[in-house]
């Protein structure tokens, strides 16, 4: 029988580092061109990684779209070529 690995999430421990900020304002850039939207970054508040051919994240994110701070949750690939991929972004 195959032994499968479950998959390990590291939480971030600094989420006030530079990169992570960057791929917050990053996911929601792209939300903002894919949905024509209009959201305002304003901090990453939480993350989670895991090393998959180069770090997927799962970000906590606060923005700014109508005049009231909103939560939402992105799911960010940063590949071993530092290019980056939004899988998802959502409201929560």
Known sequence: MAHTQAIRWTKVQDV????????G???????NKKEN???????????????LAGNIYILRIKANLTGTSDDYKAIVWKKH???NEL???QEI
């Open 87 to 89: 899988m998802s972004f």
């Open 16 to 23: 006030e580092e530079k990169h992570i900020q960057e791929l």
């Open 81 to 83: 070529n530092q290019c």
């Open 25 to 31: 304002e990053y996911a929601v850039e792209e939300q």
């Open 37 to 51: 939207w209009n959201l305002e970054f304003e901090k990453v508040s939480m993350g989670w990684f895991q090393h």
